[in-house]
C-alpha cells in the first residue's frame, strides 16, 4: 500500500499538478515553478533608502566612536552615490571647519560581491513558489491568530561600501592620524557590529493590515496613531516603532530589529596636500568600509479576506535618510511596580524647529486622562512619564512638556540628532481612574 506523500515536499504529486490525457496522466510542466497555486498575497517592496541611510547613521557613529571626542569638527553624511574613487573638490571642503569627515554610501546590489549566503535560494529569487511554512527565504514577522492574518518579510544580504575622506590643515595632523588608525584599529580583518536597525514599514502597508484587522493607522476623529500601535506591538514578532511628525511632516511607523553588520576596513591612503600659492592645504586620509549586513526587501500579508493578488506601492524619498536606531532592550527598563512601557518613538528636529508635537501617540484614554488631571490640577507625572534614552540610557535632556498642546519643547535642539523618547505609564492608575471616571465596574 503506498504512503502517504506531502505534496508541499513533493510538489510534483500534488493532484493539481497533473493533467489527464484519455486515461494516462503526464506531469504538468509549469507546476514545479508553482504556477498552479493561486497567489492571493498582497506584496510591497521596502524601502531601501531608510534602510541604507539607517546603516549609515550605525556606521557613522561606529567609526566616530573610535576616535576621541570631539576630533571632527565637522562631519558630513552624502546622500549620493559616489562613484568607485571617491573625489572631493578642495573648495567643497573648505565649506566646513576643519578637521572634516565625510561619509558617502556606494550601493552594490544582485548576490556579487561575495556576500553572505549569495546566489542560495535562501538570498535570491529562483522561482515563482513562495515557501510560507518555513523552508525558504520568507521569515514569518507577524501573525495574528484572531483575525488570520500573516506577515512575511523577504530575507535579504545586503551590501554597501561606505567612502571616507578625513581632512586636516597640516602635515603633521596627517601623519600623526594615519599612524592612530593603523595602531588603534583593525585594518583588513572582518569586524561585527551588533546594531539595532528599523525596517520602514510603506503607510499604503499599515493601511492596508489596519484595513484587515479593522483598526485603521490613523483614528477618523483625532488622528491618532496609538490604538495601531498597541495593536501592531501586540502580534509582532519584533517590536513597532514610530517617527513622530514634524513641522514638515513624515512620520512613519518602523520595525525594530536587530543585526550584526560584518564590516572591513581597507587600509587608508595619505593624500598629496592642495598648494595653493607658497602654502598647502587639505593633508586628506581616505579609506572605504565594507558593510555586508541582513535585511528584509519586501513584505507580504496573508488573509483569508485577500482574494486576488496585490501589489502595494511604496512611495519613497528620492535622498538617504540618516536615521540612527537607539537600542532597545525592554527587559532592562527599570520600572516601579504598576508602570509599563507604552511607546518608545523616535523625531528629528528641522532647521529652526525646537519642538515637537505628540498628541497623535496617545490613545483616548491617555487624552482623557491628561484632560482629567490638566481639569482638576493633579500632576500628570502620576501616570505618565516622558524620558530622553541615548545608547540604550535615561539621559537628562533639557526640555518642558505643554501638555495642553501636548508638545515637547527642547531647550538646546540638535538638528543633526536622531531623539529617542520613553514614555511610560501606570496602567493599574490609568485603569482605575477610567473606570472611576466613566462609573464602570
Not at 566616530?64 to 549620493?80: E, I, W
Request: net charge negative; with cysteine; glycine share 6%.
Amino acid at each position: 500500500m503506498p504512503g502517504i506523500t506531502d505534496s508541499h515536499i513533493h510538489p510534483s504529486l500534488d493532484p493539481r499538478n497533473v493533467k489527464q490525457t484519455n486515461v494516462q496522466f503526464e506531469q504538468n510542466v509549469g507546476a514545479e515553478y508553482g504556477e498552479h497555486i493561486k497567489n492571493v498575497t498582497a506584496m510591497v517592496n521596502t524601502s531601501s533608502t531608510h534602510t541604507y541611510g539607517n546603516v549609515m547613521s550605525v556606521i557613522r557613529k561606529w567609526l566616530l566612536d573610535k576616535f576621541p571626542p570631539d576630533t571632527f569638527k565637522s562631519v558630513v553624511m552624502g546622500t549620493a552615490i559616489a562613484s568607485r574613487q571617491l573625489r572631493h573638490r578642495p573648495h567643497q571642503l573648505q565649506k566646513h571647519e576643519m578637521p572634516t569627515m565625510v561619509l558617502v554610501p556606494r550601493i552594490v546590489f544582485g548576490q556579487d560581491e561575495n556576500r553572505f549566503a549569495g546566489r542560495t535560494l535562501m538570498n535570491e529569487r529562483m522561482t515563482n513558489t513562495h515557501a510560507l511554512w518555513g523552508f525558504g527565504n520568507l521569515i514569518q514577522l507577524a501573525h495574528d491568530r484572531k483575525r488570520d492574518l500573516w506577515v512575511h518579510g523577504r530575507y535579504n544580504r545586503a551590501v554597501m561600501y561606505v567612502d571616507v575622506v578625513m581632512s586636516f590643515t597640516t602635515l603633521t595632523e596627517q601623519m600623526n592620524w594615519m599612524s592612530y588608525i593603523f595602531n588603534m584599529h583593525p585594518i583588513g580583518h572582518p569586524q561585527f557590529i551588533k546594531a539595532p536597525l528599523e525596517l520602514y514599514l510603506p503607510k499604503d502597508f499599515c493601511h492596508m493590515l489596519g484595513n484587515l484587522a479593522g483598526i485603521p493607522p490613523y483614528r477618523e476623529d483625532d488622528q491618532t496613531v496609538g490604538d495601531f500601535l498597541s495593536y501592531m506591538n501586540s502580534f509582532w514578532c519584533n517590536p513597532v516603532t514610530y517617527k513622530m511628525k514634524g513641522s514638515s511632516g513624515g512620520d512613519a511607523f518602523f520595525m525594530y530589529y536587530v543585526t550584526d553588520i560584518d564590516t572591513v576596513v581597507d587600509p587608508p591612503q595619505a593624500h598629496d596636500p592642495v598648494k595653493d600659492g607658497q602654502s598647502k592645504r587639505n593633508f586628506n586620509i581616505s579609506f572605504t568600509i565594507r558593510c555586508d549586513f541582513n535585511t528584509v526587501s519586501y513584505l507580504t500579508i496573508n488573509s483569508p479576506q485577500i482574494r486576488n493578488p496585490i501589489q502595494i506601492r511604496n512611495v519613497d524619498e528620492d535622498t538617504i535618510i540618516p536615521i540612527f536606531t537607539d537600542n532597545i532592550d525592554l527587559s532592562n527598563f527599570e520600572l516601579p511596580i504598576g508602570w509599563s512601557v507604552y511607546e518608545y518613538p523616535i523625531f528629528k528636529l528641522d532647521i529652526g524647529e525646537d519642538s515637537i508635537g505628540f498628541r497623535e501617540l496617545l490613545n483616548t484614554s491617555l487624552n482623557v486622562m491628561i484632560d482629567h488631571h490638566l481639569l482638576n490640577g493633579v500632576p500628570i507625572e502620576r501616570f505618565l512619564l516622558i524620558q530622553f534614552r541615548e545608547n540604550g540610557k535615561i539621559i537628562n535632556e533639557p526640555f518642558h512638556i505643554d501638555w495642553k498642546n501636548r508638545r515637547l519643547i527642547l531647550a538646546n535642539p540638535d538638528h543633526q540628532r536622531t531623539y529617542r523618547l520613553l514614555i511610560t505609564t501606570s496602567h493599574e492608575y490609568v485603569n482605575a481612574l477610567i473606570a472611576e471616571i466613566y462609573d464602570l465596574e
